[in-house]
């Protein structure tokens, strides 16, 4: 489910609010051309596609039932099922059991190229980024952490957990683990409002040059559902991130759980 404000709202079809007449109105006019050479289910696609990419149908909107693309375009329901599966497996739309069917909201891309913060990132894209920090604190190094930041298992860790927002909506969950030496009472700032990098370089001269970081496919557990505001068992993009300082000194550990219908990760490859 995408978190909104407000409820999806109908697209096209009579509702008790409205007249046969005015939702006629809205109907997009475009028709299958049954004396063209292309398929009818092609011809369906690229209307229903055109719909959502010039806007007609803005992300939330419920798009119209089965039934009624079957009698407005005159198709069978294999082809109407086998359009909307193309444009569930293209992102465009989402189907909610009990409900209906809905157009995504258009994911967040970042390149695999350099490291950036989330703050950063948002703002370059026009959202506005927003934090709420929903645990902090002084914990020992696990034996797995230890590994990765190369330090002892027990040694103190400084760990903040938040939830990453754009324009109000959650977008991932981020818990970070630093090794608290290198920034002692780092967990004193306000990072609800400011950026965690900055504080590390303003405040302890930590700069994070480069990362190795690994990504998986993963599923939602109900908590991290119920924080991004998404049904349970919902794909998730999972990053595990090991950050280094200029001295080439592993710094910072990184857990990300980001929402795969919001966000997309791509990199440009060379032959």
Not at 67 to 82: D, G, H, K, M, P
Not at 136 to 162: F, H, V
Not at 221 to 237: E, M, V
Request: charged letters at 25%; glycine letters at 6%; hydrophobic letters at 35%.
């Amino acid at each position: 489910m995408l978190s909104s404000s407000r409820q999806p709202k109908g697209v096209g079809w009579t509702s008790p609010l409205k007249s046969e007449a005015s939702w006629r109105c809205e109907a997009p006019m475009d028709q299958i051309d049954r004396t063209s050479r292309l398929p009818l289910y092609y011809q369906l696609y690229e209307i229903l596609r055109a719909n959502i990419t010039r806007g007609e149908w803005q992300p939330g909107d419920m798009i119209p039932p089965e039934s009624e693309l079957i009698e407005r375009y005159r198709v069978s329901r294999t082809t109407v099922r086998q359009v909307l599966d193309m444009l569930v497996n293209e992102g465009l739309i989402y189907r909610q059991r009990g409900r209906g069917t809905f157009v995504a909201h258009p994911t967040v891309e970042q390149a695999l190229v350099r490291i950036v913060s989330f703050t950063e990132d948002m703002r370059q894209r026009g959202f506005e980024p927003a934090s709420k920090v929903l645990s902090s604190g002084l914990i020992p190094a696990p034996q797995d952490i230890a590994e990765k930041l190369q330090i002892e298992p027990g040694e103190e860790l400084a760990r903040l957990e938040r939830l990453r927002l754009a324009d109000d909506e959650p977008m991932s969950i981020e818990e970070s683990y630093l090794v608290h030496r290198y920034c002692l009472g780092v967990l004193q700032g306000d990072y609800a409002s400011n950026p965690l990098r900055q504080a590390l370089e303003r405040e302890y001269g930590i700069r994070l040059v480069r990362a190795k970081q690994v990504i998986r496919a993963i599923l939602a557990t109900p908590r991290l559902a119920r924080l991004l505001s998404i049904p349970p068992r919902s794909a998730l993009l999972f990053i595990e991130r090991v950050s280094f300082s200029q001295q080439n000194v592993p710094v910072e550990f990184l857990r990300i759980y980001y929402r795969a219908d919001r966000y997309s990760l791509y990199n440009e490859l060379q032959g």
